[in-house]
């Protein structure tokens, strides 16, 4: 029972940093201005999509560690 706390735990901590990571890639882009991102050109309207799944990352990752 231990080892699934465990793995729960680290697999909520690795879903938390990767949906702040995306999150914040998001906003970058959305405050770009159309330049160029990590070379990636994302205009406003399409950095709605990885701030989405960048949210649903974190929430799942933070409620993933709260219940472990």
């Known amino acids: 029972m231990e ?7 680290f697999f909520g901590a690795s879903l938390t940093i990767l949906g702040v990571v995306v999150v914040l890639f998001a906003l970058v882009a959305f405050l770009s ?12 309207a ?4 990885p701030f989405i799944v960048g949210m649903i990352f974190l929430i799942t ?3 993933l ?3 472990s």
């Open 65 to 67: 560690v709260r219940e």
């Open 61 to 63: 990752g933070v409620n």
């Open 3 to 9: 080892n699934n706390t465990n793995f729960r735990r």
């Open 33 to 44: 201005d159309g330049k160029p991102v990590l070379g990636m050109s994302v205009n406003k």
């Open 46 to 49: 399409e950095s709605a999509a």
